[in-house]
């Protein structure tokens, strides 16, 4: 599948990636997308942020709230019934979204992988970068708990990167890698996909999140 680029999205040759201005830019598929079919998804991004607003940072339909089996993934959610510095994950006609207790940075890229797996006790799962992400609380929403059933299954429809169909919440910051696969990828296959790009973008050395003991028989 191609991506239609809008209004004046530019370049950046040194991080390789594509560079929202959070006013008008977005990307959106030149056809629909048919997941509809799909046992699962898996969507990882490379990217960074430019402002701590909410945005949107990609969706597959032009609206989640309404449009049956579409899913996405909103950054540094606000409002009375989001969780504010949280990751905020939807799909519509199920139960549970996802907030995920990690704030964005803004002075580096990152890799966002979100794996969705209906009638699976483990149907919903975050990483960044190579960390397994834990659910947190929001009003209105179910808390510890990744358990999805599926009623809609998976839109076939539009893919948004950067905005909400174009109009709303829009990104300002930078796309570098943007992966949508019709399966559940495995957490090896995430840390594949994370250490083959990393470097191009700055996400360098070890993950030290809960390292408890380093041995490393290439240095001295």
């Known amino acids: 599948n191609n991506f239609t680029l809008f209004n004046g999205t530019s370049y950046d040759s040194t991080t390789k990636s594509m560079v929202f201005d959070g006013s008008d830019d ?5 056809n629909f997308i048919d997941l509809s079919s799909a046992s699962a998804t898996t969507v990882q991004t490379i990217y960074k942020q430019d402002n701590t607003n909410i945005y949107m940072l990609w969706e597959h339909t032009p609206d989640w709230n309404s449009n049956s089996g579409g899913f996405g993934q909103a950054v540094n959610s606000n409002g009375s019934s989001l969780v504010v510095n949280k990751f905020h994950m939807n799909w519509n006609g199920q ?15 990152l890799s966002h992988t979100h794996r969705l797996i209906p009638n699976n006790a483990l149907g919903l799962q975050d990483w960044v970068n190579t960390d397994l ?17 599926n ?11 950067a905005s909400r169909a174009g109009s709303g919440i829009l990104l300002d910051g930078n796309i570098g890698v943007f992966l949508m696969y019709n399966r559940a990828l495995s957490q090896p296959e995430i840390v594949q996909n994370y250490e083959y790009y990393r470097s191009l973008y700055g996400l360098t050395g070890v993950t030290r999140n809960g390292l408890v003991l380093w041995l490393d028989a290439g240095n001295n």
């Open 26 to 30: 977005y990307a959106r598929s030149t």
């Open 95 to 109: 139960t549970a979204r996802n907030f995920v207790n990690t704030t964005p940075s803004s002075l580096s890229f």
């Open 133 to 149: 992400q834990t659910f947190v609380a929001g009003d209105g929403y179910p808390t510890g708990t990744s358990t999805l059933g």
């Open 151 to 161: 009623t809609n299954g998976f839109a076939n429809n539009y893919t948004y990167l």
